[in-house]
């Protein structure tokens, strides 16, 4: 069993940035990762996702350019860089995590932290 927390979430200005955090704990062995989030009324929606070894990412066309995955499996945590932000990007941000192969979606995801919310004011 995998457990996740997320940490680093908060309030920044439009064109700030924040830097996410996601530890991994219990059995885990490097395993592909996802970022993902929810904002009020919307749907979760997939961010990044990063294989095992980090060689293969993905990123959501919303984010792409301004966020950055990575990934330190010496201390079993993945990152989420996140500049330029602006206020559509206000959500709470899940990671997990998930067998196999890197994925975007998030039904293929067995374990999920409990969230970390980002605002961004305009």
């Known amino acids: 069993q995998v457990q996740l927390v997320e940490s680093g979430g908060g309030l920044v200005q439009a064109g700030g940035s924040l830097r996410l955090s996601c530890a991994a704990s219990g059995t885990f062995s490097p395993r592909p990762m996802g970022w993902f989030r929810q904002a009020p009324g919307k749907e979760r929606e997939f961010v990044a996702a990063?294989?095992?070894?980090?060689?293969?990412?993905y990123y959501a066309d919303s984010v792409k350019g301004r966020f950055t995955v990575s990934r330190d499996n010496t201390k079993n945590t993945v990152y989420l860089q996140m500049d330029s932000l602006i206020p559509e990007d206000t959500a709470v941000y899940y990671c997990?995590?998930?067998?196999?192969?890197?994925?975007?979606?998030?039904?293929?995801?067995?374990?999920w932290g409990q969230g970390t919310q980002v605002t961004v004011s305009s």
């Open positions: 997990a995590a998930k067998v196999g192969t890197t994925s975007q979606q998030a039904s293929q995801y067995e374990s």
């Open positions: 990063i294989s095992r070894l980090g060689g293969t990412i």
